[in-house]
Nanobody, 117 residues
C-alpha cells in the first residue's frame, strides 16, 4: 500500500507561482510512476505531469514551459512547481502513483489551487 499526501495549494493571482508537494509513504519502493492530475468544476480529471522511475517527464500541452515536476529521495517527495499561473489552472490537484508489479493506482486527497485574474 502507498499513501499520498498533498500540500501547497492556495490562492494566487494570475502570473504567480505555487509549489505543490506530495509526500509518499508505505511501499514506495514499488512505485514506477508518479504524477499530478487536476480536476476543475464540471470537467474530467486530467493529467498535468508525470515522472517515471527513470526520471522521464511528460506534461500536458497546456502546462508545458510553465510547470515542472521533480522528485527527491527516490519517491519520498514529488513536487510540482507551477509558474505563470493562469485562471484556467484553477482546479483540485491530485497526486497519483502506480505500483510497478500490480499496476494498482493510488491517489492523494487533493489540494485546491485557485488562480484569480
Amino acid at each position: 500500500q502507498v499513501q499520498l499526501v498533498e500540500s501547497g495549494g492556495g490562492l494566487v493571482r494570475a502570473g504567480g507561482s505555487l509549489r505543490l508537494s506530495c509526500k509518499a509513504s508505505g511501499s514506495i519502493s514499488t512505485i514506477i510512476t508518479m504524477g499530478w492530475f487536476r480536476q476543475a468544476p464540471g470537467k474530467q480529471r486530467e493529467l498535468v505531469a508525470l515522472i517515471t522511475s527513470a526520471s522521464i517527464t511528460n506534461y500536458a500541452d497546456s502546462v508545458k514551459g510553465r510547470f515542472t515536476i521533480s522528485r527527491v529521495n527516490g519517491w519520498m517527495m514529488v513536487y510540482l512547481q507551477m509558474n505563470s499561473l493562469k485562471p484556467e489552472d484553477t482546479a483540485v490537484y491530485y497526486c497519483h502513483a502506480i505500483d510497478r508489479a500490480t499496476r494498482q493506482e493510488y491517489w492523494g486527497q487533493g489540494t485546491q489551487v485557485t488562480v484569480s485574474s
